[in-house]
């Protein structure tokens, strides 16, 4: 199983960016997807979930500026990030979950930052 983040990098507030997690060697249609987050000195937090039907859940940071969406025909999960904070600076974790099963992928850096 590999879970493969990309889109991070560098941006000023205000900005967006879009997170993609493209998945392999799972049946990706029958796993929900989470994005987490860890800041520096910060414990790993829940960033937003998709279900398997496309049901999604944001925390309170996330609600109104975040978006998760899912390609079941590309095995591929998106987080939309826009009007970015510079408390947003953090590596993005996509989580693939069915069960008792879990799949953590490697992060991707998103700076925000003037």
């Known amino acids: 199983v590999q879970l493969v983040e990309s889109g991070g990098g560098s941006v000023q507030p205000g900005g967006s960016l879009r997170l993609s997690c493209a998945a392999s060697g799972i049946i990706f249609s029958f796993y929900s997807m989470g994005w987490y987050r860890q800041a520096p000195g910060k414990q790993r937090e829940l960033v937003g979930s998709?279900?398997?039907?496309?049901?999604?859940d944001y925390a309170d940071s996330a609600k109104g500026r975040f978006t998760i969406s899912r390609d079941n025909a590309k095995n591929t999960v998106y987080l939309q990030l826009y009007s970015l904070k510079p408390e947003d600076t953090a590596v993005y974790y996509c989580?693939?979950?069915?069960?008792?099963?879990?799949?953590w992928g490697q992060g991707t850096q998103v700076t925000v930052s003037s």
């Open positions: 998709i279900t398997s039907g496309a049901m999604t």
């Open positions: 989580k693939a979950a069915r069960g008792a099963a879990n799949y």
